[in-house]
């Protein structure tokens, strides 16, 4: 703070107010910025923050220190130590009042002249203002001064006299008795007044600390260290105490004052100031010469004085608020952790908040929470604003979704899935219409061979083409036009099936897409129909649907040129069209428009251009390989094809792979990248039962999926999970899980309870025992003992409960095992696991429905509250 | 899109940990204050402190809870050199009608001889098993034999790091192909001692933790660690938080039948961000681990979240305080033009007054600029 170097200081009450002090004093109100931003002289501290000049004071030259008096009235009041050792009081732009008038311009002037190394005013009795000196000889280094000295105890009196005797204001002003005179033949470097005990004065003088009681002036209790700039006590910890030498910190605890209870690790270059953080316990922020970052010290726990010898917890961090060297800082006295920042050079200052280390959580419903110092904030996803579309969702988001809008149950129209699970993503409806289509040539070849094709169908493209055999090849003219083409094409069962796979054709054996066709103009998908009719060598048709496309509403009319060119065909070698198509064929943007030039282009049997053009759906690439590539190079292509999906994780590939090893490897890779679990899971499903399910990583698939629906408390949902899986893997049905069993005979009294499922068959078995009162379901079947009562009803268990059952035999039958069923949860065995009281399942939930505690005396059993997770309500429930 | 709203969180002094239980419902956080505080989601989606009761003597740095399996059960660990578990016991007392729930100590864990810097349950299909870690560079695993008795467990293993540890991470893969293993960071700044993370693997045939691996190229300090959801995946991903945030890959090798050593990997870095400036405090992953979150000495909370090519890449910022970030280096973004009470809520914050429920809403800031194209280093191998 010496010369050009800068200090600041807050103002003690305004929490907008604070002075720069270096050679003069500039006084500063920090407000926010749009509110200061039309005057001039604002200077922005940070994005919110910008300060204006409020007042400047050049009164007091050769300033040392300057210290705030810690009143509320009057405000602005400081004190300057000079370099001279004068302490003068000064004020800064207020309008002074009386007691602040008298004040100002007040000077306390030691007997012999040094330098004035720091002050500090008493926090509790804020007349007292102690002043630390530099050594000259046997004199004292620690005055302290009463500002109110030399005037009658009631001020108000003493501003009477003043003002009268106002020519002589000089010479009155000018004290030179201190009250107090300490610290005899030594230097003091750094004060501050102790927090417990405001008669106390810690210094850091020549070679030692030291403590100074006002009662008691002639003793002391010092301890040798070198470390005594900066003494400053914890506000929160009334007995820390820092102060450093050079580049070290030591932590004092004045109640073992022998020792510093913890030296922090030395820095670099020497220190110069320290401050404990006033709002928050144990954070002290240090500063070195010519850096630019604040080393903080968060002390995690306070030191204890006996005993025990942890050391505390030190986190040691840095921040940079700015970019410049920083000549000083100051905490804001309310503010969390917020601190002023003052560069070194030329007064840039920076308004800045040191972050409390923030520790966060997701939740499994993607919601996410984090703690930031004291408080904590909680974060959901909105989905309201997913504006920026779906392609930003995060998938466990979709997948919550999709739960809901039941996807992947749908098993008869399985192509329906892909809309269920929101209908844009093209690789699951490529997916999805492929298991659709297995499934329904599973289905059709189940009629003609009996099944045992079926195992084929699922087994994928890659498979069906291996098995192919006895292809024929034709050679086809083109449809509408009467040139021989020179285009072979092949044929067998396989390729057939192959083709129906991919969707083109729906029934052998002749392959007809015009239906197909059909239904991608419906679909408004020119292009790809138009390519489709082409590869099926029908250039009239192609054209045909090009010029709808361009008809349509919206169409593009660019279609009726791309027909044109189309009509334009010639396989002449040599003609300008070709050249001029295969050229200009790739600046087409539609990929199937460019792979029709592609093939009207190319030589028959290289049609890499077509095959090799990813744009265009595997599907159609598969099919068209189907179609026109021989049996050598047939399975190399669809070989390569499979491997690259694979690799890729396209779900466009359990079209070749199918619900084989090979789709399992695929879908693999699509977990990896993806995480979607829920597709994983129900593609596999839709598998012919067998080894694809018992795959342990489709069974891992699975349990994380369903682990994933439990978190998300989607019960229902993992319930019909279950269920759809329990019919396509029967070993993945869990035992019953709950046997209750008579008390005198021991055996289970299933069939007179309706809560188990096979009561069906089990009744009927007891029934042709031919016993006449078997219809009494309140006795165990096995011994004919009543079974337990009600606690409420304190009928017997088994007992219907609203007398809706019927005496007749063969009612009871129909009531037991089919309506009932369903409706009659009331009736339901239920106890508690704990009293194990209970009673009829209805009778039970209205009881706990006003109460708390268990209906059976004397029990005060909370059964209902026993499980928390059983009070948790299912988030799908509809 | 994110928005987030502030919690009265009612703590003395400052929380170090924020804790999910497996359905989201439920929440607990601890503090310096020695406490723990358990909250409960009402029907309305706000969170009700149900509990609050001085857990340790000293301050408590993490909370975690066990899968509802085992009942609801909590674990805490401390500066006071102890972990201890405690469970919810409903019927005891009537707090349950004022909305207050009883948790009791169901075991103290004294094994530490320094500060327990963190503890962690081990995945539910290992049983109820818990590890800690200390400063000591001791991790411990203790098993509750008898999962319906949880005042006893038995230390089984005790695994020395040599090195201060920070972290712990179980990797929580069910799969059978995966045998249990647990990730441990250690804050020790001393670059010179070499990999501050070690991931321990569990030998079915020694029946003991022993090293399969140690991250080399993480020297810093590190503050967090986290293994993420398996979901099923064939690979592991680890986020570190040190002095960035980085995202590593280990692909287990496969194993000749002979070995009987622990697993190989393949440990490959997906991503490195040094966004935060500083050093890096916790991270977190989503359900999926589709999403990361991470926090940093500069204060800031910020998404990343990987496209289908595994390129990672920004997907939100917030300001620890609640408030939408306003810029950072100088230059203004979108933000502060979006949300146009930004000040007032920052200046709220700042005076301590946030404390309503619901008291500002604020978006999480679309990244800026230059950050939408991170640094993403992959390593060969």
Known sequence: ?878 | MFVARSIAADHKDLIHDVSYDFHGRRMATCSSDQSVKVWDKSENGEWLCTASWKTHSGSVWRVTWAHPEFGQVLASCSFDRTAAVWEEIVGESNDKQRGLSHWIKRTTLVDSRTSVTDVKFAPKHMGLMLATCSADGVVRIYEAPDVMNLSQWSLQHEISCKLSCSCISWNPSSSRAHPPMLAVGSDDSNTTYGGKVQIYEYNENTRKYSKAETLMTVTDAVHDISFAPNLGRSFHVLAIATKDVRIFKLVPLRKESTTTGPTKFDVQIMAQFDHHNSQVWRVSWNVTSTLLASSGDDGCVRLWKANYMDNWKCAGILKGDGSPLTGLSGQPTAMSTVVGSSLQTSQNALNGTSAGRIAKRASFAPPLRQLTSPKINQSPA
């Open chain 1, 1 to 878: 703070m010496s010369g050009s170097k800068p200090d600041i200081l807050w103002s003690p009450h305004h929490p907008d107010l604070y002075v720069i002090c270096d050679s003069e004093l500039g006084l500063y109100r920090i407000g926010p910025v749009g509110g200061t931003e039309t005057k001039p002289g604002t200077l922005s501290l940070s994005k919110e923050t910008a300060a204006t000049l409020l007042a400047i004071n050049s009164d007091t030259p050769y300033m040392k220190c300057v210290a705030w008096y810690p009143k509320h009235e009057p405000e602005c009041l400081l004190a300057v130590g000079q370099a001279n050792g004068r302490v003068v009081l000064t004020s800064l732009g207020q309008n002074h009042n009386s007691t602040c008038k008298e004040l100002v311009g007040k000077e306390f002037v030691p007997k012999h002249a040094r330098q004035c190394n720091t002050l500090a005013w008493n926090p509790v009795d804020s007349n007292l203002l102690a002043a630390g000196l530099d050594k000259h000889r046997a004199d004292f280094s620690v005055l302290i001064w009463d500002i109110s000295s030399k005037f009658a105890p009631e001020t108000s009196v003493a501003a009477e006299k003043i003002r009268l005797s106002f020519v002589d204001l000089d010479s009155s002003s000018v004290v030179t008795k201190p009250l107090y005179e300490l610290g005899q033949n030594d230097a003091c470097l750094s004060l501050c007044w102790l927090l417990r005990d405001p008669k106390l004065l810690l210094a850091g003088m020549h070679r030692n600390l030291a403590i100074f009681d006002l009662r008691n002036t002639s003793q002391k209790m010092f301890v040798n260290t070198k470390a005594i700039q900066g003494v400053t006590v914890d506000p929160h910890f009334h007995d820390r105490v820092a102060s450093f030498f050079e580049g070290q910190v030591a932590i004092w605890d004045l109640r073992k004052f022998e020792k510093p209870v913890l030296t922090l690790t030395e820095q670099p270059k020497p220190l110069i100031k320290v401050a404990w953080c006033p709002t928050r316990t144990g954070l002290l922020a240090t500063l070195t010469r010519d850096s630019n970052i604040i080393r903080l010290y968060d002390m995690q726990h306070t030191p204890t004085p006996i005993g025990d010898e942890t050391e505390p917890t030190i986190i040691e961090r840095s921040v940079q608020p700015c970019e410049s060297q920083i000549g000083s800082f100051a905490w804001h006295p309310s503010s969390q952790n917020r601190m002023v920042v003052v560069s070194a050079s030329n007064r840039v200052m920076t308004d800045f908040t040191v972050f409390e280390r923030v520790s966060l959580a997701w939740s499994s419903t993607t919601s996410l929470t984090w703690a930031c110092g004291r408080h904590l904030y909680d974060c959901v996803e909105d989905s309201t604003g997913g504006t920026e579309g779906a392609a930003e969702t995060d998938i466990a988001t979709k997948m919550r979704e999709r739960a809901q809008s039941r996807y992947g149950h749908d098993t008869v129209q399985v192509w329906r899935n892909h809309l269920l699970a929101g209908g844009t993503d093209p690789q699951l409806k490529s997916l999805w219409f492929d298991l659709f289509y297995m499934k329904q040539c599973a289905e059709d070849q189940e009629l003609k061979l009996q099944g045992n094709k079926q195992s084929v169908v699922y087994s994928g493209i890659k498979n069906i083409i291996k098995t192919s055999s006895g292809t024929t090849e034709s050679r086809r003219c083109w449809s509408g036009s009467d040139r021989q083409a020179d285009v072979p094409r092949f044929y067998s069962e396989e390729r057939c099936l192959a083709l129906r796979l991919c969707g083109w054709i729906s029934r052998g054996p002749d392959i007809n897409v015009e239906t197909f066709l059909r239904s991608l103009e419906h679909e408004r998908e020119w292009e790809r129909a138009a390519a489709i009719a082409l590869f099926n060598l029908d250039i009239r048709r192609a054209i045909q649907i090009l010029n709808k496309g361009a008809m349509a509403e919206n169409g593009d009319l660019n279609l009726n040129v791309v027909a044109m060119a189309l009509s334009g065909y010639t396989d002449e070698k040599s003609s300008l069209w070709r050249e001029m198509c295969s050229s200009l064929r790739l600046q087409l943007k539609n990929p199937y428009l460019c792979v029709m030039f592609a093939f009207l282009t190319s030589e028959a049997g290289a049609y890499d251009g077509v095959l090799y053009e990813s744009s265009v759906a595997v599907r159609d690439r598969v099919a068209f390989a189907c179609m026109f590539l021989g049996d050598a190079q047939l399975p190399r292509y669809i070989d390569k094809l499979t491997n690259d999906m694979k690799e890729a994780g396209n779900l466009e590939g359990i079209l070749l792979t199918g619900l084989t090893k090979d789709g399992v490897d695929l879908m693999e890779s699509y977990v990896d990248r993806t995480a979607d679990v829920q597709t994983a899971s129900f593609c596999m499903l839709k598998g012919s039962p067998g080894e694809v399910l018992k795959d342990p990583r489709v069974q891992c698939w699975i349990e994380n999926y369903r682990n994933l629906l439990d978190a998300w408390r989607f019960w229902h949902k993992r319930a019909e999970f279950d269920i759809l899986r329990g019919k396509m893997d029967p070993s993945s049905k869990p035992l019953a899980q709950v046997f209750v069993s008579c008390n005198f005979c021991g055996k289970s009294i299933s069939y007179s309870c309706s809560a188990i499922p096979h009561q069906g068959r089990g009744f009927s078995q007891y029934g042709v025992s031919g016993s006449p009162t078997k219809s009494k379901v309140t006795s165990c079947p096995g011994c004919r003992k009543p079974l337990p009562r009600c606690a409420l009803c304190l009928m017997n268990m088994g007992t219907p409960v609203s007398g809706c059952s019927g005496t007749g035999k063969s009612d009871e039958k129909v009531d037991l095992t089919r309506e009932n069923k369903l409706a009659q949860f009331k009736n339901w065995f239920t106890w508690c696991h704990n009293c194990r009281h209970g009673g009829h399942a209805g009778h039970m939930l209205s009881w706990f429905r006003d109460h708390t505690e268990c209906p059976v005396s004397a029990c005060t059993c909370k059964c209902m509250q026993l499980d928390t997770t059983g009070n948790l309500v299912p988030a799908d429930s509809s």
